[in-house]
């Protein structure tokens, strides 16, 4: 049978507007810094995809910088500050850390009066678990204790509103490939007023904040993603996809008695579910699933290449043993009721192998 995809946070399809914005890219010649018409022409796609993605970020097209990834905008957002975020945050914002914030069992950070340094990071949703964080909150915090905030929305955004004002945040960023654009593009969205110094210097691109020739075709690409994504969250589409979410845990819930969703209790985002069947290694399940024709994910897709405990779940208090026995699956818009149903099907065929075997 055909395979089934169930890594959509791990990076999604492709989608069609961001296939031909970037075949139509690909047959310019121009440099977008060149004042020539090829040139002029480049700088026209950049342009416009700045446009459409400030338009998801609900910001002015000036305050968006293109970067290569999210990794990179966490880099340009966080340097030269003393970083205050959660053990459930990305490495990319972590490695950056100097005050450390603890979290509850439902991956909702403590809360707190005072921070004790100036940038405080709090991601928009874990890509793990799904849970989301009270961003406006945590922005109130950072205000009373004169800090800037970083919101980290690559898993957030075209999937939920993700507006920079509403969020509360100083600095916001976004990943292409996480919202059906090309891999190796990303964006820093900034607040207005709110600058920061390049860490590539060079010839000055984007407005002096990140130099290089820009990616026009993954910049395109971009840009036709998030105004699709904006759409689709604006027509409804993830409430379809939330509830394809809940079947696909009501049916694995009725094989398993033992097996934990993760902050299920919270809020999450529309498409994520992580559970633990304790003592049913995860990386095992990943590959049993996926000799069976489906992609699900052990952790983020930064970390599942390594054999160890999810971190983000030891620090929600989860056990090593439990944290080791946790699987992702995360639904996309192409996914269906059948794949869901089919998946839950041959899953718990696994799950009473693995139990048989152990009793």
């Known amino acids: 049978m055909d395979r089934v995809y169930l890594d959509h946070n791990a990076t999604t399809h492709l989608r069609p507007e961001a296939r031909e914005a970037m075949l139509r890219a690909m047959d310019l010649v121009g440099n977008p810094s060149s004042v020539h018409a090829e040139g002029r022409a480049a700088k026209a796609i950049v342009e416009k995809a700045r446009a459409q993605v400030a338009a998801l970020a609900g910001i002015d097209r000036n305050e968006v910088v293109f970067t290569s990834g999210a990794t990179e905008a966490a880099d340009l957002a966080c340097a030269g500050h003393e970083v205050v975020c959660a053990d459930v945050e990305h490495d990319a914002v972590r490695i950056h850390q100097a005050h450390m914030l603890p979290v509850d069992q439902g991956g909702e950070v403590l809360p707190c009066e005072t921070l004790a340094g100036d940038l405080l990071a709090v991601q928009g949703a874990n890509s793990e678990t799904g849970v989301l964080q009270n961003n406006f909150r945590w922005a109130q915090v950072a205000w009373r204790s004169g800090a800037h905030v970083l919101v980290d929305a690559v898993q957030l955004a075209g999937k939920v509103h993700t507006s920079v004002g509403e969020l509360g945040a100083d600095y916001l960023m976004m990943s292409a490939h996480k919202l059906g654009g090309p891999k190796g593009v990303g964006a820093l969205c900034l607040k207005l007023g709110v600058d920061v110094p390049a860490q590539i210097k060079g010839g000055g691109q984007e407005m002096g904040r990140r130099s290089g020739t820009e990616n026009v075709v993954g910049i395109a690409g971009f840009g036709a993603a ?127 192998k693995h139990e048989a075997r152990a009793a």
């Open 226 to 352: 998030a105004e699709a994504a904006q759409r689709d969250i604006a027509d409804g589409k993830w409430d379809r996809v939330e509830k394809l979410r809940n079947i696909l845990e009501n049916a694995l819930a009725a094989a398993s008695k033992t097996t934990i969703f993760v902050g299920k209790e919270a809020p999450r985002l529309p498409n994520t579910s992580c559970f633990i069947t304790p003592g049913w290694k995860g990386e095992t399940q990943v590959m049993q699933m996926d000799l069976a024709g489906f992609a699900i994910s052990a952790g983020s897709a930064c970390s599942s290449g390594k054999v160890k405990a999810s971190r983000v779940l030891g620090a929600m208090g989860y056990s090593e043993l439990e944290a080791s026995s946790a699987v992702r699956v995360s639904l996309g818009l192409e996914t269906t009721e059948t794949d869901v149903l089919r998946f839950a099907d041959v899953w718990a065929q696994k799950l009473k």
